[in-house]
């Protein structure tokens, strides 16, 4: 089954807690971006990849890391969580070029920072 | 800072009658619109996309676009229990350094009532 999956599927941690978000796709898509959802904002952009090291910051990068080490992996880091991190987190992916906007979202993780 | 708004809503409709969801961006330099929807819970999916003045029908759904108005909408016909949903408008700025960039508004809430 084509999916995109998201590891852990909820979180709760504490201030200053590393943590790791993991995002894996088997569709061989090239494109992944991280997204953040929160209530009267709609999906912001964290970052995204274009391909296996290539990574660039979308709207609102400040306290994530990515890297793309592989084309199927997608991790989101966030070296020490704060309280305003706490989200709802959506890992996409899509092909490139014209479909590169047809994106298909992870189930989601609920990230609550204390 | 290019943005898409939505009504928040919520949009009531009765089953059977036609759900109307309006969605409107500031740069008249866009390219590529999208309707996304999500169900409570769940992850946002791609039902459709337009990305020329004028109507674009998919089963029950059509997509306007009225790019010298700057507004792009989403005509459900013969709603069902089953469209009860939040549905987000995303738009691909043209011209930008981001690739595969959605901006997304921040959703309506559409529930259909029998």
């Known amino acids: 089954e084509a999916q995109v999956t998201q590891n852990p599927r909820y979180l709760i941690t504490v201030t200053g807690k590393k943590l790791t978000v993991t995002c894996s796709q088997n569709?061989?898509?090239?494109?992944m971006s991280w997204y953040r959802q929160d209530p009267g904002l709609g999906l912001r952009q964290i970052y995204y990849?274009?391909?296996?090291?290539?990574?660039d910051k979308g709207d609102v990068p400040e306290g994530y890391k990515v890297s793309r080490k592989e084309k199927r992996n997608f991790p989101l880091i966030l070296e020490s969580p704060s309280p305003n991190q706490t989200s709802l987190y959506f890992c996409?992916?899509?092909?490139?070029?014209?479909?590169?906007?047809?994106?298909?979202f992870g189930p989601g993780t609920r990230l609550t920072v204390l | 800072q290019k943005e898409v708004e939505q009504n928040s809503g919520p949009l009531s409709v009765p089953e059977g009658a036609i759900a109307s969801l309006n969605c409107t961006y500031s740069?008249?330099?866009?390219?590529?619109f999208f309707w996304y929807r999500q169900y409570s819970g769940k992850s946002p999916e791609l039902i459709m996309s337009?990305?020329?003045?004028g109507d674009k029908e998919d089963g029950r759904f059509t997509a306007q676009l009225n790019k010298a108005s700057q507004y792009v909408s989403l005509l459900i016909r013969d709603s069902q229990p089953s469209d009860s949903a939040t549905y987000l408008c995303?738009?691909?700025?043209?011209?930008?350094?981001?690739?595969?960039?959605?901006?997304f508004g921040q959703g309506t809430i559409l529930t259909v009532h029998p």
């Open positions: 995303a738009v691909r700025y043209a011209g930008g350094t981001s690739y595969g960039k959605l901006t």
């Open positions: 740069d008249r330099v866009s390219q590529s």
């Open positions: 996409a992916s899509s092909r490139a070029g014209a479909s590169v906007y047809t994106q298909y």
């Open positions: 990849s274009m391909n296996v090291e290539v990574t």
């Open positions: 569709m061989n898509h090239e494109y």
């Open positions: 337009i990305y020329s003045n």
